[in-house]
């Protein structure tokens, strides 16, 4: 669902594009209303629950922040890309971002559906730096010691 919305944003950021190019204002703001409606039923919570879920404290804070920045970013600056880019443009550049951040997704996102917390919390730490059971359990005293010894 996520991907099938991140898409459909990119579709659906072309088409206001287009409305607006060409002076269809009805069609323009009803294709606004359904992005809008896409986008908070598919990658508006999103960001905000996966960050949850695969992060410790310090990395949903990083999250967070560059969440809201990016937000920050483009409440100052949209007005300014209308000047520059037209409206048509600047939707178009839009669209072009969520393309990326759909391939983005796409290509280096994980699913963490049906995982452990466990297996969550490794999810993307690379392979190589990964501790074999043996030496996680040592590491965490489960395991007893002086019985592994034959």
């Known amino acids: 669902m996520l991907v099938f919305g991140q898409f459909t944003m990119f579709l659906l950021l072309i088409a206001v594009a287009y409305f607006t190019a060409e002076g269809f204002n009805s069609a323009s703001i009803l294709m606004t209303v359904v992005f809008a409606f896409v986008y908070q039923t598919s990658q508006g919570p999103f960001n905000f629950t996966y960050a949850g ?3 410790n404290g ?3 804070s990083i999250g967070g ?3 809201w920045s990016s937000v920050l970013f483009f ?3 949209t007005g300014t890309l209308f000047e520059l880019l037209k409206p048509y443009g600047t939707y178009l550049l839009f669209s072009v971002c969520s393309f990326v951040g759909g391939v983005y997704l796409v290509y ?3 699913d963490a559906a049906g995982l452990t917390k466990e297996q969550i919390t490794d999810l993307y730490v690379p392979k190589d730096l990964k501790l074999g059971a043996e030496t996680d359990a040592l590491l965490n005293g489960t395991r007893d010691t002086v019985s592994s010894y034959p």
């Open 53 to 55: 879920t695969v992060g």
């Open 58 to 60: 310090a990395q949903i």
């Open 65 to 67: 922040v560059t969440m």
């Open 75 to 77: 409440s100052l600056f």
């Open 108 to 110: 280096f996102m994980k």
